[in-house]
């Protein structure tokens, strides 16, 4: 750690590719999600981890490197934060990866991690709240278990990075407020999306995103890799049935007499009425 | 990490406390738990970890549990991913429960994706259904995923233990069984604070942040329907009568008529509460996304065709200066 002080701060984004579900359609025909109905784009939750990377090198210095494991075409992904002001990408992309539950990826992206800090060094790591397709939120805490550092997840505002004594304070949101923080780096950061707004890319960076060539690593490129772990494979979890839930077919109306129309409601809310003795929410 | 899985037998449940209060997430899985425990036929625990909590083990009780593990201690006295995986990684290995389930909180996330990571095994998110296969012992839990597109059973066969986040207000609590009690098995925590890598300085409270939207169990929101500060006056002696909290669409927010700490959707909070009552919002996909899971939704509104009643399960279609100040006169006298 105390060579790292006098090195420019090295700060890794985690970032994943993601079908808009927005927009994404499920087959009727099969239960399962048409992920060609929806345009891959980048996690937006990982938009701003990467925006907050780029302002604190604005700040201090340095280098923003992002990480995704996937396939090929997550390289889109990666460009689309070199738009955003990223320096570096590095695409893992192997067919032993394919398959990976939250266990699996956060072992994958470790072993990734592993070799950049011992290429260069890594500060800070950043990742996103959730990923909006598998949507769990724990891919971050489970890398920074890996690497033996402290994830501090729901963080909404990076107070003070000190890279004399490489601690950081942030404000970790919970349920009656924040939560100030510090702690030693490295660490890993989860961010809130109100963190930051996503500024509008400059010119030169869309450039140079257009142009740009990730670097991608296979399993072969990573050191000491237990395969076992890996994809389907290191996967405890697996999606047993999916079925799309079921849409509301509209409310049942009242219409009609306001007399008639309250007493109709009253009946239904009077079924639920332990809920309203107990004390208001605010 | 492949585990006799017959080694593994019980049901767990986290218990999250703040300030010595505990939350009610912990109650309702104790709820779902007693349940799967029943069915199959072993003990339910609660895990439960702070600084002088020990009195809180009679409430674990009364909700339905058989055991609790406790660990008392000041290094416990904030949560932190460090400490609190630490110990609870250390009663999974040494207790080895089947299944072990805690609320989908900030910190119970947290928690839960360390503790799956340090014992290496299954982690299922945001849980909203569950059940259990008896013969193969094996849990189902189901879990919304694709921004809620699809719903998803997932199932961790061969990794004990089985271990699941769970969604907040999904499940009923059980009433408390006064007098009703069990077995304290107490645990230490082996870590000093010198050796630990975060510290929690300071909470402070959001001042700005009177209203918890997400943990109201009933909502009372209104639209620009009700056009003003006096028709908005009438939404919250509604919202008062009910014991509810106000929400407010954001064409509300931004005509300055309530602050944007009730802004519900997109940009503002998603709330899952039992009862929510829109009244004059015309429901716009952005107001959606951010209630849509509610689980009674009432709407009021002069529009019988307004998208809001899609989204509703109950509907009055009237004139809501008319029929809001009716309603909470009936409730009052109900
Ligand atoms: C319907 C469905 C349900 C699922 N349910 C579960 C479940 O309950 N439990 C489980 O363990 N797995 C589950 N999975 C698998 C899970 O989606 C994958 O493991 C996925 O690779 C990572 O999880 P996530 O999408 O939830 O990401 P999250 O954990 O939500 O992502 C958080 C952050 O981690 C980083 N990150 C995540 N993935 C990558 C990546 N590939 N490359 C770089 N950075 C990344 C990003 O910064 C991201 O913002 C499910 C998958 C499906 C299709
Ligand atoms: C990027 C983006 C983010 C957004 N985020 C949010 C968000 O977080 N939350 C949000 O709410 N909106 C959000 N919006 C705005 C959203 O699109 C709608 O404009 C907004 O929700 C409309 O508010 P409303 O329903 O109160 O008003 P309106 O759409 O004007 O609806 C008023 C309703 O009141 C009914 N009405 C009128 N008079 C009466 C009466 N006397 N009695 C009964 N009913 C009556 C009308 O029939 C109508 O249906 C966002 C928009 C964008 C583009």
């Known amino acids: 750690m105390s060579e790292r002080v006098k090195k420019p701060l090295h700060i890794l984004v985690c970032i994943k590719q993601v079908p808009d579900t927005k927009i994404i359609k499920v087959n009727p025909k099969t239960n399962t999600l048409d992920r060609s109905s929806a345009p891959a784009i980048l996690n937006p939750y990982d938009a701003h981890a990467v925006e907050e990377a780029v302002r604190l090198r604005e700040v201090h210095g340095g280098k923003v490197t992002v990480l995704s494991m996937g396939p090929p075409q997550a390289k889109n992904a990666i460009r689309k934060c070199v738009e955003i002001g990223a320096d570096e990408g590095i695409l893992i992309s192997d067919r032993r990866f394919a398959g990976a539950d939250t266990l699996a990826t956060s072992y994958a992206l470790y072993k990734a991690i592993e070799r950049i800090q011992k290429l260069e060094g890594v500060d800070l790591i950043l990742c996103g709240k959730h990923a909006i397709d598998g949507d769990t939120g724990q891919t971050g805490p489970g890398i920074a278990r890996r690497l033996g550092i402290s994830p501090l997840t729901c963080v909404n505002k990076v107070a003070e990075v000190n890279r004399k004594e490489q601690r950081i304070q942030v404000h970790r949101k919970v349920e009656e407020g924040y939560e100030l923080i510090e702690s030693a780096l490295p660490c890993l950061l989860t961010v809130e999306k109100e963190i930051n707004d996503v500024s509008y890319s400059p010119l030169p960076n869309m450039i140079r995103a257009a142009r740009y060539e990730p670097s991608i690593w296979t399993v072969d490129d990573l050191e000491d890799v237990d395969i076992k772990q890996l994809g389907l494979k290191g996967s405890p979890t697996i999606v047993g049935k999916m079925w799309p839930p079921e849409k509301s077919k509209g409310a049942t109306l009242f219409e009609g007499e306001a007399g008639q129309q309250v007493k109709d409601v009253l009946g239904v809310l009077l079924k639920e009425r332990e809920l309203f003795a107990g004390k208001g929410g605010d | ?334």
Request: include cysteine; proline fraction near 3%; charged fraction near 25%.
């Open chain 2, 1 to 334: 990490m492949r585990v006799n899985i017959d080694d593994y037998r019980g049901v767990w449940v986290y218990i999250e406390q703040k300030k010595g209060q505990l939350l009610d997430v912990g109650l309702e899985l104790l709820a779902a738990g007693r349940d799967l425990a029943d069915k199959l036929e072993v003990d339910l625990c609660g895990v439960l970890l702070g600084e002088e909590v020990k009195s809180l083990t009679k409430d674990v009780f009364e909700a339905g549990a058989d055991k609790v593990y406790l660990i008392d201690d000041p290094v416990l006295h904030y949560y932190r991913t460090e400490t609190y995986m630490t110990a609870v990684g250390d009663l999974v290995r040494k207790y080895k429960p089947e299944i072990f389930l805690y609320g989908a909180t900030s910190n119970g996330k947290d928690l839960a994706s360390a503790v799956a990571t340090d014992v290496l095994c299954g982690l299922t998110a945001d849980t909203t259904l569950m059940d259990v296969d008896v013969e193969k012992r094996l849990f189902e839990a189901s879990r919304p995923a694709f921004g809620g597109n699809i719903m998803a059973t997932i199932l961790c066969k061969k990794h004990r233990p089985q271990m699941a986040t769970v969604r907040p207000k999904v499940i009923k609590r059980l009433p408390l069984q006064a007098g009703r009690t069990g077995e304290v098995i107490e645990e230490t925590i082996n870590v000093k604070e010198e050796d630990l890598q975060t510290k929690v300085l300071k909470i402070v409270k959001d001042a700005k942040k009177a209203v918890n939207l997400e943990e109201a169990s009933v909502i009372v929101a209104a639209g620009k329907g009700i056009k003003d500060e006096k028709g908005f006056a009438m939404v919250r002696e509604l919202a008062e009568t009910l014991n509810a909290s106000l929400g407010a669409s954001r064409d509300v927010v931004e005509a300055g008529i309530c602050g944007h700490d009730h802004q519900v959707g997109q940009t503002g909070v998603t709330v899952t509460p039992k009862v929510y009552i829109a009244i004059g919002i015309s429901g716009a996909i952005q107001h959606l996304v951010g209630m849509q899971n509610s689980e009674l939704i009432i709407a009021i509104n002069n529009d019988r065709e307004a998208p809001i009643f899609q989204a509703a399960h109950y509907g009055i279609v009237a004139d809501a200066f008319t029929v809001v100040p009716m309603l909470t006169t009936a409730f009052k006298e109900a």
